[in-house]
């Protein structure tokens, strides 16, 4: 089915179209309407465009509500002040509108044709070494990109640019060769799956021990060090070892993302090593074309726009004076594979805004090395600090970096508490309350990041989080299990659009809402803003109460008016509910 037009796009062109026609000299001008408390919608371009072609703004405005074409869209329009449009649209456009939308899998969202590819980086943990708090935002602000790009149209590639190459490699890879069974699994002598925690103990074990030795021990530091040539070498048994740590860490990995309820694949993950066979040419092409140059021995570009700390140009290093490579020139190659072979028109890196500067110098690096350009840009989503109670930098009371791990258990601890309270009254099972308690806390920890502008830091406040009061999540789940409820509760009526009848006021804002909901996720796609549908859903379920509050829906006056209120309820949980999923929230049907 074709996308629905909105009221507000209905609306807008009528008034452009009578603008027009009252001033064919303006063209095709913006009338400049908006949502407003005065009426349904305000028209505040006159004034400018009047002024402009030196006409009398209230005259202006009287005309193009002259010439304007209701078509059984616009109830009322009045001129109000110095040449303001004020827009009230009719009940039945409002109810018509919505039961397109209802008609459609899709709510009539619409899908952008002439979309593009998305490379998008974001969840980048490193092997050998456990995800923390850090880890968090940039997992689930990418996420959501994916879901809200790809359900607009884009197609979407996901890339986890993991730290699985360095120097402390030779460290690991050397003490797991002179100790062969640190690595082992218990669980391996069964047919039972290694767990992620099983292995992140293992490697922190194996990780602790090496770094003890290498720091004591000047023989093994020297044999460590021969072991990086021989893993950036190739050697054949250096590798094998080398994916050893590899895979355990995707073992870790995996049960981590599992927690957050994301779908990661194999192919998706392609580290640091994946562009190992590049960086030799990268660096030639760079050098070659002038790009960067040799100083002091290191491969190097410079910037006159980017300056450092001391006020001196910052240089971006691609190869050291050692002949060694910096991140520098793997995100370049990184930048050569994604528009060369998967053919990407936009690079989208989620990833922490202290990085910002790198990536700044490495996205004009590529750009005058003719990588980037007008059809190919690269983006930089940069997301702020997860802060604690106090306003700091999350961490643990001993001052350490907080487990991811430890954090949603104790998330899905707390929210399962919550739902323990209400299962009785609902007449919850207890996998439900298991199942919902899951659902709840970690959706309660993923809206808290989400409903918050990425560039921001934010609190972390378990407590608040899983509250049923405020701009929360469970709010949110809570809404649409009432709505659930509600539609059981209906017995054989069945929901149904009535445009003859009038609505009351709290099914206008409601009705008008929701009708908002497509170009609401356009925007957010195309500024990278899930913030902005986290905030739309807090509306509507906040407008969804009001209407409870003011609008019987079983004990409506006439069966039409309880179809019809059944009809906006059902259509508010569909939204509700798709719109939470595009965030990777789930919504439980009994809560």
Sequence with gaps: MASVPSLASSVHQRVADALASALPEAGAADPLLRRSDRADFQANGILALAKKAKANPRELATTVVEGLDKGGVIEEIEVSGPGFLNITVSDRAIVETLAARAADARLGVPVNENAGTTVIDYAQPNVAKEMHVGHLRSAVIGAAMVEILEF???????????????????????????????????AAESDVAVSGEEAMSNLNRLYKASRALFDSDEEFKTRARARVVDLQAGDEQTLALWQRFVDESKIYFYSVFNKLDMDVQDPDIVGESGYNDMLVETCRLLEESGVAVRSEGALCVFFEEFKGPDGNPTPLIVQKSDGGFGYAATDLSAIRDRVGNLKANTLLYVVDARQSLHFKMVFETA???????EDTKAVQLAFGTVLGADGKPFKTREGETVRLVDLLDEAVERATAVVREKAEKVGLSEQEIVENGQYVG???????????????DYKFDLDQMVSLNGD?????????????????????????????????????????????????????????????LAAYLYQLASHLTAFYDQCPVLKAETPEQ??????????????????????????????
Excluded: C
């Design 152 to 186: 607009t149209g884009e197609k979407v590639v996901r890339r986890h640019h993991i730290g699985d190459w360095g120097t402390q490699f030779g460290m690991l890879i050397q003490y797991l060769i002179e100790h062969p069974h640190e690595l082992d699994h218990k």
């Design 367 to 373: 750009r005058r090395a003719g990588w980037l350009n």
């Design 442 to 456: 970690i959706g309660a920890v993923k809206y808290a990041d989400l409903s918050t502008s990425a560039a921001r």
């Design 472 to 532: 929360t999540s469970v709010y949110l789940q809570y809404a649409y299990a009432r709505i659930q409820s509600i539609l059981r509760k209906s017995g054989d009526v069945e929901p149904a659009a009535h445009p003859e009848l009038p609505l009351a006021a709290a099914e206008r804002t409601l009705g008008l809402h929701l009708d908002g909901f497509g170009e609401l996720v356009a925007d957010a796609a195309a500024e990278y803003a899930p913030h902005k």
């Design 562 to 591: 309880v179809e019809n209120r059944l009809f906006l309820v059902e259509l508010t949980a569909r939204t509700l509910s798709k719109g939470m999923s595009l965030l990777g929230i789930r919504t439980p049907e009994r809560l």
